[in-house]
Protein backbone atom coordinates (compact mmCIF):
# COMPACT_ATOMS: atom_id res chain seq x y z
CA UNK A 1 0.00 0.00 0.00
CA UNK A 2 1.57 3.68 -1.22
CA UNK A 3 1.71 6.46 1.16
CA UNK A 4 -0.57 8.14 -0.33
CA UNK A 5 -3.64 5.50 0.45
CA UNK A 6 -2.11 5.08 3.94
CA UNK A 7 -3.12 8.62 4.40
CA UNK A 8 -6.17 9.02 2.66
CA UNK A 9 -7.24 5.73 4.72
CA UNK A 10 -6.26 7.56 7.82
CA UNK A 11 -8.68 10.26 6.81
CA UNK A 12 -12.35 10.58 7.83
CA UNK A 13 -15.11 9.73 5.76
CA UNK A 14 -16.26 12.93 3.83
CA UNK A 15 -19.90 10.89 3.64
CA UNK A 16 -19.83 10.90 7.34
CA UNK A 17 -19.12 13.78 8.09
CA UNK A 18 -21.69 15.55 6.12
CA UNK A 19 -24.08 12.73 7.75
CA UNK A 20 -22.66 14.14 10.96
CA UNK A 21 -23.64 17.96 10.24
CA UNK A 22 -26.74 17.22 9.36
CA UNK A 23 -27.61 15.35 12.43
CA UNK A 24 -26.52 18.11 14.32
CA UNK A 25 -28.11 20.72 12.02
CA UNK A 26 -31.70 18.38 12.27
CA UNK A 27 -31.30 18.60 15.79
CA UNK A 28 -30.41 21.59 16.94
CA UNK A 29 -33.86 22.83 14.35
CA UNK A 30 -35.79 20.19 16.39
CA UNK A 31 -34.38 22.24 19.07
CA UNK A 32 -35.62 25.84 17.83
CA UNK A 33 -38.66 24.49 16.88
CA UNK A 34 -39.64 23.05 19.90
CA UNK A 35 -38.60 25.90 21.96
CA UNK A 36 -40.17 28.45 19.85
CA UNK A 37 -43.65 26.35 19.68
CA UNK A 38 -43.51 26.03 23.31
CA UNK A 39 -43.03 30.15 23.41
CA UNK A 40 -46.06 30.68 21.29
CA UNK A 41 -48.04 28.31 23.25
CA UNK A 42 -47.51 30.15 26.09
CA UNK A 43 -47.24 33.74 25.23
CA UNK A 44 -50.78 33.09 23.43
CA UNK A 45 -52.45 31.14 26.39
CA UNK A 46 -50.88 34.18 28.86
CA UNK A 47 -52.62 36.47 26.96
CA UNK A 48 -56.16 34.90 27.08
CA UNK A 49 -55.96 34.53 31.08
CA UNK A 50 -58.74 36.88 32.69
CA UNK A 51 -56.37 38.37 34.99
CA UNK A 52 -54.94 41.97 34.00
CA UNK A 53 -51.04 42.39 34.28
CA UNK A 54 -51.34 46.02 34.36
CA UNK A 55 -53.86 45.58 37.52
CA UNK A 56 -50.87 43.20 38.92
CA UNK A 57 -48.54 46.46 38.77
CA UNK A 58 -50.67 49.11 39.84
CA UNK A 59 -53.05 47.96 41.89
CA UNK A 60 -56.91 48.25 41.64
CA UNK A 61 -57.00 51.27 43.23
CA UNK A 62 -55.38 53.27 40.48
CA UNK A 63 -57.11 55.92 38.34
CA UNK A 64 -57.63 55.42 34.59
CA UNK A 65 -55.04 57.50 33.58
CA UNK A 66 -52.72 55.97 35.53
CA UNK A 67 -54.04 52.31 33.97
CA UNK A 68 -53.83 53.87 30.50
CA UNK A 69 -50.28 54.87 30.44
CA UNK A 70 -48.45 51.40 31.91
CA UNK A 71 -50.68 49.77 29.45
CA UNK A 72 -48.90 51.22 26.71
CA UNK A 73 -45.72 51.29 28.48
CA UNK A 74 -45.94 47.27 28.58
CA UNK A 75 -46.61 47.05 24.99
CA UNK A 76 -50.13 45.59 25.25
CA UNK A 77 -51.84 48.56 23.23
CA UNK A 78 -49.78 46.52 20.36
CA UNK A 79 -51.01 43.80 18.13
CA UNK A 80 -49.94 39.83 19.68
CA UNK A 81 -47.52 39.60 17.02
CA UNK A 82 -45.95 42.60 18.04
CA UNK A 83 -45.88 41.66 21.18
CA UNK A 84 -44.44 38.03 20.83
CA UNK A 85 -41.94 39.70 17.90
CA UNK A 86 -40.72 42.15 20.66
CA UNK A 87 -40.23 39.79 22.96
CA UNK A 88 -38.03 37.17 20.65
CA UNK A 89 -35.93 40.21 19.90
CA UNK A 90 -35.60 40.70 23.77
CA UNK A 91 -34.72 37.39 24.56
CA UNK A 92 -32.15 37.32 21.43
CA UNK A 93 -30.15 39.69 23.73
CA UNK A 94 -30.47 37.75 26.67
CA UNK A 95 -33.08 39.81 27.99
CA UNK A 96 -36.15 37.98 29.44
CA UNK A 97 -37.64 41.00 30.81
CA UNK A 98 -39.06 42.17 34.44
CA UNK A 99 -40.83 40.59 36.94
CA UNK A 100 -43.68 42.63 37.65
CA UNK A 101 -44.07 41.29 40.89
CA UNK A 102 -40.69 40.79 42.26
CA UNK A 103 -39.47 43.72 40.40
CA UNK A 104 -36.25 41.94 39.33
CA UNK A 105 -35.36 40.75 36.18
CA UNK A 106 -36.75 37.64 35.19
CA UNK A 107 -33.22 35.79 35.10
CA UNK A 108 -32.39 36.83 38.58
CA UNK A 109 -35.07 35.98 39.77
CA UNK A 110 -34.87 32.12 38.22
CA UNK A 111 -31.05 31.68 39.38
CA UNK A 112 -32.24 32.41 42.69
CA UNK A 113 -35.37 30.29 42.37
CA UNK A 114 -34.33 27.07 40.48
CA UNK A 115 -31.36 26.05 42.13
CA UNK A 116 -33.99 25.18 44.96
CA UNK A 117 -35.48 23.26 42.84
CA UNK A 118 -33.01 21.43 41.06
CA UNK A 119 -31.71 20.19 44.33
CA UNK A 120 -34.95 18.88 45.07
CA UNK A 121 -35.67 17.03 42.42
CA UNK A 122 -31.78 15.48 41.74
CA UNK A 123 -32.33 14.17 45.82
CA UNK A 124 -36.02 12.95 44.44
CA UNK A 125 -34.50 11.51 41.63
CA UNK A 126 -31.68 9.50 43.50
CA UNK A 127 -34.18 8.25 45.77
CA UNK A 128 -36.57 7.33 43.24
CA UNK A 129 -33.85 5.02 41.02
CA UNK A 130 -32.11 3.96 43.76
CA UNK A 131 -34.67 2.22 45.73
CA UNK A 132 -37.48 1.73 42.62
CA UNK A 133 -34.44 0.03 40.02
CA UNK A 134 -33.32 -2.83 42.68
CA UNK A 135 -37.06 -3.19 43.36
CA UNK A 136 -38.54 -4.24 39.97
CA UNK A 137 -36.08 -5.86 39.63
CA UNK A 138 -36.26 -8.55 42.54
CA UNK A 139 -39.73 -8.58 41.45
CA UNK A 140 -39.44 -9.66 38.36
CA UNK A 141 -37.07 -12.50 39.30
CA UNK A 142 -39.33 -13.18 42.12
CA UNK A 143 -42.28 -13.02 39.78
CA UNK A 144 -45.84 -14.33 41.32
CA UNK A 145 -43.95 -14.41 45.11
CA UNK A 146 -44.80 -12.48 48.08
CA UNK A 147 -41.96 -10.23 47.16
CA UNK A 148 -43.77 -9.11 44.10
CA UNK A 149 -46.67 -8.50 45.36
CA UNK A 150 -45.54 -6.29 48.01
CA UNK A 151 -43.42 -4.09 45.28
CA UNK A 152 -46.45 -4.02 43.22
CA UNK A 153 -48.42 -2.91 46.10
CA UNK A 154 -45.96 -0.07 46.87
CA UNK A 155 -45.58 1.04 43.56
CA UNK A 156 -49.39 1.26 42.71
CA UNK A 157 -49.53 2.91 46.26
CA UNK A 158 -46.87 5.50 45.32
CA UNK A 159 -48.27 6.03 41.71
CA UNK A 160 -51.81 6.46 42.33
CA UNK A 161 -51.87 8.58 45.72
CA UNK A 162 -51.85 12.57 45.01
CA UNK A 163 -48.57 14.32 46.13
CA UNK A 164 -50.14 17.10 47.69
CA UNK A 165 -52.21 14.68 50.06
CA UNK A 166 -48.91 12.54 51.17
CA UNK A 167 -47.21 15.70 51.82
CA UNK A 168 -49.88 16.99 54.13
CA UNK A 169 -50.63 13.88 55.79
CA UNK A 170 -46.36 13.87 56.19
CA UNK A 171 -46.62 17.57 57.76
CA UNK A 172 -49.72 16.72 60.60
CA UNK A 173 -47.90 13.33 61.39
CA UNK A 174 -44.32 13.66 61.20
CA UNK A 175 -44.02 18.09 62.03
CA UNK A 176 -46.85 18.73 63.56
CA UNK A 177 -47.35 15.79 66.16
CA UNK A 178 -44.08 13.75 66.36
CA UNK A 179 -41.67 17.19 65.54
CA UNK A 180 -39.30 14.94 63.69
CA UNK A 181 -39.14 17.46 60.66
CA UNK A 182 -38.84 20.99 60.43
CA UNK A 183 -41.46 23.47 59.12
CA UNK A 184 -41.29 24.88 55.43
CA UNK A 185 -38.48 26.56 53.86
CA UNK A 186 -34.83 25.64 52.53
CA UNK A 187 -33.29 26.00 55.77
CA UNK A 188 -33.33 27.16 59.77
CA UNK A 189 -34.05 30.89 59.87
CA UNK A 190 -30.74 31.65 62.27
CA UNK A 191 -28.46 29.72 59.47
CA UNK A 192 -29.91 32.34 56.72
CA UNK A 193 -27.33 33.76 55.50
CA UNK A 194 -24.52 32.44 56.58
CA UNK A 195 -23.83 31.02 53.42
CA UNK A 196 -23.87 32.84 50.02
CA UNK A 197 -22.11 30.63 47.20
CA UNK A 198 -21.73 30.86 43.51
CA UNK A 199 -24.43 27.54 43.31
CA UNK A 200 -27.39 29.02 45.18
CA UNK A 201 -27.75 25.37 46.36
CA UNK A 202 -27.68 25.24 50.00
CA UNK A 203 -26.52 22.03 50.43
CA UNK A 204 -23.55 22.59 47.65
CA UNK A 205 -22.81 25.60 49.15
CA UNK A 206 -22.55 24.94 52.16
CA UNK A 207 -20.09 22.22 51.51
CA UNK A 208 -18.09 24.26 49.73
CA UNK A 209 -17.40 26.53 52.50
CA UNK A 210 -17.05 23.72 55.12
CA UNK A 211 -20.13 25.24 56.75
CA UNK A 212 -21.53 21.97 57.88
CA UNK A 213 -24.45 23.38 60.60
CA UNK A 214 -25.97 24.91 57.56
CA UNK A 215 -25.47 21.68 55.41
CA UNK A 216 -26.93 19.83 57.85
CA UNK A 217 -29.77 22.01 58.24
CA UNK A 218 -30.89 22.25 54.80
CA UNK A 219 -30.67 18.38 54.32
CA UNK A 220 -33.03 18.46 57.06
CA UNK A 221 -35.56 20.42 55.40
CA UNK A 222 -35.14 18.44 51.96
CA UNK A 223 -35.29 15.38 53.36
CA UNK A 224 -39.19 15.20 53.66
CA UNK A 225 -40.26 16.63 50.41
CA UNK A 226 -37.51 14.56 48.42
CA UNK A 227 -38.56 11.77 50.34
CA UNK A 228 -42.27 12.25 48.91
CA UNK A 229 -41.34 12.74 45.56
CA UNK A 230 -38.97 10.20 45.66
CA UNK A 231 -41.46 7.50 46.81
CA UNK A 232 -43.67 8.71 43.40
CA UNK A 233 -40.42 8.89 41.05
CA UNK A 234 -39.88 4.96 42.98
CA UNK A 235 -43.43 3.75 42.22
CA UNK A 236 -42.77 4.89 38.42
CA UNK A 237 -39.32 3.23 38.26
CA UNK A 238 -39.94 0.27 39.87
CA UNK A 239 -42.84 -0.45 37.61
CA UNK A 240 -41.11 0.14 34.56
CA UNK A 241 -37.62 -2.02 35.75
CA UNK A 242 -39.64 -4.83 36.60
CA UNK A 243 -41.36 -4.88 33.09
CA UNK A 244 -38.13 -4.31 31.37
CA UNK A 245 -36.50 -7.21 33.33
CA UNK A 246 -39.46 -9.70 32.62
CA UNK A 247 -38.88 -9.00 28.93
CA UNK A 248 -35.42 -9.88 29.26
CA UNK A 249 -35.98 -12.94 31.49
CA UNK A 250 -37.97 -14.77 28.94
CA UNK A 251 -35.59 -14.57 25.95
CA UNK A 252 -33.38 -17.30 24.71
CA UNK A 253 -30.04 -16.15 25.86
CA UNK A 254 -31.12 -16.50 29.53
CA UNK A 255 -32.64 -19.71 28.68
CA UNK A 256 -29.17 -20.60 27.39
CA UNK A 257 -26.96 -19.01 30.27
CA UNK A 258 -29.24 -21.26 33.04
CA UNK A 259 -28.86 -24.30 30.84
CA UNK A 260 -25.26 -23.47 31.04
CA UNK A 261 -25.50 -24.04 34.72
CA UNK A 262 -24.98 -20.21 35.02
CA UNK A 263 -25.75 -18.91 38.58
CA UNK A 264 -29.04 -16.77 39.36
CA UNK A 265 -26.82 -14.02 40.64
CA UNK A 266 -24.51 -13.53 37.42
CA UNK A 267 -28.06 -14.25 35.10
CA UNK A 268 -29.57 -11.48 36.56
CA UNK A 269 -27.24 -8.68 36.90
CA UNK A 270 -24.23 -9.49 34.44
CA UNK A 271 -26.74 -10.52 31.64
CA UNK A 272 -30.02 -9.58 31.66
CA UNK A 273 -29.69 -6.26 33.47
CA UNK A 274 -26.86 -4.66 31.24
CA UNK A 275 -29.56 -5.28 28.37
CA UNK A 276 -32.09 -3.05 29.79
CA UNK A 277 -29.45 -0.21 30.90
CA UNK A 278 -30.78 2.06 27.79
CA UNK A 279 -33.97 1.39 28.96
CA UNK A 280 -33.79 2.64 32.27
CA UNK A 281 -31.68 5.42 31.52
CA UNK A 282 -34.58 6.78 29.33
CA UNK A 283 -37.13 6.11 31.91
CA UNK A 284 -34.61 7.90 34.92
CA UNK A 285 -34.13 11.08 32.82
CA UNK A 286 -37.98 10.93 31.85
CA UNK A 287 -38.85 10.99 35.77
CA UNK A 288 -35.75 13.39 36.40
CA UNK A 289 -37.58 16.02 34.10
CA UNK A 290 -40.91 15.34 35.12
CA UNK A 291 -39.91 15.90 38.90
CA UNK A 292 -38.38 19.26 37.62
CA UNK A 293 -41.47 21.00 36.22
CA UNK A 294 -44.29 18.77 38.07
CA UNK A 295 -42.79 20.08 41.77
CA UNK A 296 -45.40 22.62 42.10
CA UNK A 297 -47.64 20.95 44.75
CA UNK A 298 -45.11 19.84 46.93
CA UNK A 299 -43.20 23.11 47.03
CA UNK A 300 -46.48 24.76 48.11
CA UNK A 301 -46.91 22.26 50.60
CA UNK A 302 -43.72 22.29 52.28
CA UNK A 303 -43.13 26.15 51.23
CA UNK A 304 -40.56 25.56 49.26
CA UNK A 305 -38.84 28.51 47.64
CA UNK A 306 -38.50 26.86 44.12
CA UNK A 307 -39.51 27.52 40.69
CA UNK A 308 -42.55 26.17 40.91
CA UNK A 309 -43.86 28.14 43.60
CA UNK A 310 -42.21 30.92 41.70
CA UNK A 311 -44.04 29.53 38.45
CA UNK A 312 -47.56 29.92 40.14
CA UNK A 313 -47.14 33.10 41.42
CA UNK A 314 -46.59 34.11 38.10
CA UNK A 315 -49.55 32.87 36.96
CA UNK A 316 -51.88 34.12 39.32
CA UNK A 317 -50.51 37.80 39.29
CA UNK A 318 -50.62 37.29 35.55
CA UNK A 319 -46.86 38.15 35.45
CA UNK A 320 -45.83 37.21 31.87
CA UNK A 321 -42.27 38.02 31.13
CA UNK A 322 -41.87 35.54 34.66
CA UNK A 323 -44.02 32.82 32.88
CA UNK A 324 -42.51 33.00 29.44
CA UNK A 325 -39.12 32.96 31.59
CA UNK A 326 -39.93 29.51 33.43
CA UNK A 327 -41.57 27.76 30.60
CA UNK A 328 -38.51 28.59 28.79
CA UNK A 329 -35.95 27.48 31.26
CA UNK A 330 -37.97 24.19 31.65
CA UNK A 331 -38.21 23.22 28.31
CA UNK A 332 -33.94 24.14 28.11
CA UNK A 333 -33.31 21.96 30.85
CA UNK A 334 -35.59 19.18 29.87
CA UNK A 335 -33.85 19.08 26.31
CA UNK A 336 -30.83 19.27 27.82
CA UNK A 337 -31.32 16.57 30.33
CA UNK A 338 -32.69 14.08 27.04
CA UNK A 339 -29.53 14.79 24.97
CA UNK A 340 -27.15 13.90 27.64
CA UNK A 341 -29.74 10.78 28.42
CA UNK A 342 -28.76 10.17 24.62
CA UNK A 343 -24.89 10.62 24.81
CA UNK A 344 -24.66 8.60 28.20
CA UNK A 345 -26.56 5.48 26.26
CA UNK A 346 -24.19 5.62 23.12
CA UNK A 347 -21.08 4.94 25.46
CA UNK A 348 -23.21 2.14 26.71
CA UNK A 349 -24.44 0.93 24.28
CA UNK A 350 -22.26 0.46 21.37
CA UNK A 351 -25.19 -0.86 18.57
CA UNK A 352 -26.56 3.13 19.03
CA UNK A 353 -23.23 4.81 17.87
CA UNK A 354 -23.70 4.22 14.81
CA UNK A 355 -27.58 5.15 14.83
Not at 142 to 152: L, N, Q, S
Not at 231 to 260: N, V
Request: net charge neutral.
Amino acid sequence: MSITQTTESRLPDKSALLTGAGKLAASLGVIATTLLGLLVITFVIGRMVPADPVIAVIGDQADQVTYDRVYKEMGLDQPLYVQFGTYLGDIAHLDFGQSHVTKNPVASDLARVFPATLELATLATLIGAGFGVPLGVIAAVRKGTWVDHVARVVGLLGYSTPIFWLGTIVILVFYATLGWIPGGGRIDIYNEGLVDGPTNSLIVDALLAGEWEVFWSALHHVAAPAIILGYAAMAYLSRMSRSFMLEQLRQEYILTARAKGLGQRPIVWRHAFRNIRVQLLTVVALAYCGLLDGTVLIETVFSWPGLGQYLTSALFFADMNAVLGSVLLIGLISIAVNLLSDIVYRFIDPRTRSS
